[in-house]
């Protein structure tokens, strides 16, 4: 038979490559161990950052913007987000991801050679418009260079790639911070970058440029797309959406009218994001809509409950602050765990049942520790309940990632992967905001209000997840075998 040219949607990935093979096979593995490297030294920047912060600010003088150091990254990453998913879809995701790369080491040296607090937090700011954009443009690269039937695995390897460093990072930055100073924690990572981003460049080749759907990729659903990506309006949108964010996290110092703040932030932040998602994500249209929508709640839930849980064990039962946070270490294990479980089961369980008992585990977990606040249960049972809620994490996550790319075409990677970055950032940190404003309303009231009152709502969150979780899309087989 003679050779003909594959379909432009195969044109990057390796030819002859067995349906055998795995992520670590010769034909992917520099892409793999890169793309990797790259997930982990953004998990791990973010991590140290959040341990050396504290001494940070203290030789800076800079007590008065250290919260913003934290939020900004996160304001500015939705941004990166948008911008990359629309250029990746118009040129490729070649271009995006090195310029995200490049935008991510220029915030590490601004950070890592600042003298004073606000061209620290300036550097934090351009290191969240990289890290969102480094995101997106990976998903992109993923999705052309491996064939579906290996993202499951391949997903699985990000998430393990982002829980190793919440075993490591605290305590290497640490020690980092002691023995050669703060500054290294940011300069070191600028030296490990460059090689990880020079290990996928193989895989890079031949991947800009986008020709559309074509017959081998699958058709778009009915209203994955609300309109046409790229344009300042979209970046404009992204912005407004930042900036909402971050006008929520501030609006609890606001004595009087920061109830009113916090409602108009939260609609101004919905009103931006809802044109930069698949149209019907907010009302959890069933399909890739509710895939979306789902990662942003489930995220929402989990994270706006983990951050109170070492507070609690501190405040409630008299843990030493090191020992409560390592309680989280469980849930943790039990993330890259369930990740490597369910990438080697592949299509051996189903994407929606994953994503039905892993939203599932994550609000009996959010449950557990509610009720260990209001009845006083022992902490064993709340810590045990993280590593539940860990487990369901890992179950989903990878999932919805690859339903995500399962139900794109081509010239709708990069916007479908934006859309779903955007979800979990935006979901984590309207919950965070929000839990934080509860806590400090039930501050004068007895003392497990605030955490109750903080469970309580991300309990909610995990309700809504658990809802609309049987309305993800049902990938066809012929896309999820597609090799």
Not at 143 to 168: D, E, G, Q, T
Request: proline fraction near 7%; charged fraction near 10%.
């Amino acid at each position: 038979m003679p050779q003909t040219d594959p379909p432009p949607h195969q044109e990057s990935r390796p030819k002859a490559v067995p349906e055998s093979a795995g992520i670590f096979h010769r034909s992917y593995l520099l892409v793999t161990l890169g793309a990797c490297a790259l997930v982990f030294l953004a998990a791990f920047e973010s991590l140290a950052v959040t341990t050396i912060m504290p001494l940070v600010s203290r030789e800076l003088d800079g007590a008065g913007l250290y919260a913003l150091a934290f939020a900004g990254p996160l304001a500015t990453g939705v941004i990166g987000m948008v911008a990359a998913g629309s250029w990746s879809d118009r040129k490729g995701p070649v271009a995006p991801l090195l310029a995200a790369v490049g935008m991510f080491v220029l915030g590490l040296l601004i950070a890592g050679t600042a003298g004073t607090m606000p061209v620290l937090v300036s550097g934090r700011l351009v290191q969240g418009l990289g890290g969102g954009g480094l995101t997106v443009a990976l998903y992109v690269v993923i999705a052309r260079v491996y064939p579906p039937v290996l993202h499951p695995k391949i997903f699985a390897a990000f998430s393990a790639a982002w829980v190793i460093p919440s075993l490591v990072g605290p305590f290497a930055a640490g020690a980092v911070a002691q023995l050669a100073g703060w500054q290294w924690v940011f300069l070191g990572v600028v030296g490990l970058v460059v090689p990880a981003l020079l290990l996928t460049a193989p895989a890079l080749r031949g991947l800009n440029g986008s020709t559309g759907a074509d017959g081998d990729s699958p058709a778009a659903e009915p209203g994955s797309r609300g309109r046409p990506p790229g344009g300042l309006a979209k970046l404009a949108l992204a912005a407004l959406a930042a900036l909402a964010v971050l006008g929520l996290n501030l609006s609890a110092a606001v004595p009087v009218a920061g109830g009113v703040l916090a409602a108009a932030a939260v609609a101004v932040a919905l009103l931006a994001v809802r044109p930069l998602m698949p149209r019907g994500t907010l009302t959890a249209r069933r399909g890739l809509p509710s895939v979306i929508l789902t990662r942003g709640l489930a995220s929402a839930a989990f994270f706006g409950a983990e951050v109170y849980l070492p507070y609690l064990l501190v405040e409630r039962y008299a843990f030493a602050p090191t020992f409560a946070g390592l309680t989280l270490t469980g849930g943790a294990i039990a993330w890259a765990a369930a990740s490597a479980i369910q990438g080697r089961l592949g299509t051996r369980l189903e994407h929606r049942r994953a994503v039905r008992i892993g939203s599932a585990l994550v609000l009996g977990a959010v449950v557990l520790a509610l009720v260990t606040t209001v009845l006083a249960w022992p902490a064993a049972v709340a810590i045990a309940g993280w590593i539940f809620a860990g487990g369901g994490m890992g179950l989903m996550y990878p999932r919805l990632s690859v339903m995500t790319l399962a139900l794109s075409t081509k010239d709708t990677e990069g916007f479908n992967s934006s859309a779903m970055s955007i979800s979990d950032s935006l979901g984590g940190a309207l919950a965070l905001a929000g839990t934080g404003i509860v806590f400090a309303a039930f501050a004068t009231a007895a003392p497990s209000a605030s955490f109750a009152g903080v469970f309580a709502l991300t309990a909610v969150i995990g309700i809504a997840a658990v809802a609309v979780a049987p309305r993800v899309a049902v990938v066809p087989a012929a896309v999820t075998k597609r090799a």
